[in-house]
């Protein structure tokens, strides 16, 4: 997923979250580097709203859900998905 930091307007890729961090993920960026951002940090592009919006507000309105192991994240498949929470 497209995301964009709201302080810096950098523009990267995520998926994953960090395991060892609290509310975190994993954020691989154009230039090769990836780091550990804070979700509260970032903006989502959503592709079904086709529009960048808060990932944390992304993930409570389920348009972004976790995998059942709260490792890896994306949009929901369909509309199962979207209401169970998960994948």
């Known amino acids: 997923m497209k995301v964009k930091n709201k302080n810096t307007g950098s523009v990267g890729y995520s998926d994953k979250f960090n395991t060892h961090g609290l509310g975190e993920m994993i954020v691989y960026f154009e230039d090769g580097d990836c780091s550990s951002e804070y ?18 507000e992304a993930f409570r309105q389920n348009l972004i859900i976790p995998d059942n192991y709260n490792v890896d994240f994306r949009e929901p ?11």
């Open 77 to 87: 498949d369909n509309v199962e998905e979207k209401y169970r929470g998960w994948y």
């Open 39 to 56: 979700i509260k940090d970032y903006d989502t592009f959503v592709e079904s709203e086709n529009a960048w919006m808060d990932m944390g």
